[in-house]
């Protein structure tokens, strides 16, 4: 009976550990998004922009006089 118990209080441990990692883990991953999400937001507004000066600058231009 002692020996289940020293097993199972190992066990726990192990659990304990393993989940203090992937909290850690989660926590590192989440922080990896955020900023992947924010890039993507100025580099989809730096598309946007340059889209719009673009288009701008098609209608400057003058038509093929074919």
């Known amino acids: 009976m002692e020996n289940e118990l020293n097993a ?5 441990a192990q659990l304990i550990q393993v989940n203090g ?6 926590h590192q991953l989440r922080q990896e998004l955020a900023h992947a999400l924010s890039s993507n937001r100025q580099y989809s507004d730096k598309m ?8 701008k600058l098609l209608v400057t231009l003058p038509e093929d006089q074919t």
């Not at 990692?21 to 989660?26: I, M, T």
């Not at 946007?48 to 288009?55: F, G, P």
């Open 21 to 26: 990692q992937l909290r850690a883990e989660n």
């Open 8 to 12: 199972l209080e190992g066990k726990i």
């Open 48 to 55: 946007n922009s340059a889209k719009a000066r673009l288009e």
